[in-house]
Nanobody, 122 residues
Framework: QLVESGGGLVQPGGSLRLSCAAS????????AGWFRQAPGKEREFVAA????????SYADSVRGRFTIDPDNAKNTVYLQMNSLKPEDTAVYYC?????????????????WGQGTQVTVSS
């Protein structure tokens, strides 16, 4: 089970940190990722990390602003979001899949959290 937290309302230019904790399993041997879905749009890839080795991948729209950060000791993956824009507003989902492929396709991922709302507005 994946449990997200950390969403909320933030002004443009602000920061938020999302957390995703895995219960009942470890991320070891898995890839962890974040996706988001805005109203009326398809779910889209944001970032992913290979738990062993730390290789990362980012969507072009967030590269340089967002950082995906795994914490082995806490079995938790974070998404640090800086310089937030109104177009970042969406429900953010944590996901996990076994193996090493950093897939950008939602249907390639096996496990999903319940989602957390991020709203960027003044």
């Amino acid at each position: 089970q994946l449990v997200e937290s950390g969403g909320g309302l933030v002004q443009p230019g602000g920061s938020l940190r999302l957390s995703c904790a895995a219960s009942g399993r470890t991320f070891s041997g898995y890839v962890a990722g974040w996706f988001r879905q805005a109203p009326g749009k398809e779910r889209e890839f944001v970032a992913a990390v290979r738990w062993s080795g730390g290789v990362t991948s980012y969507a072009d729209s967030v590269r340089g602003r967002f950082t995906i950060d795994p914490d082995n000791a806490k079995n938790t993956v974070y998404l640090q979001m800086n310089s937030l824009k109104p177009e970042d507003t969406a429900v953010y989902y944590c996901a996990a899949k076994p193996g090493v492929i950093l897939s950008t396709k939602p249907n390639s991922w096996n496990y999903w959290g319940q989602g957390t709302q991020v709203t960027v507005s003044s």
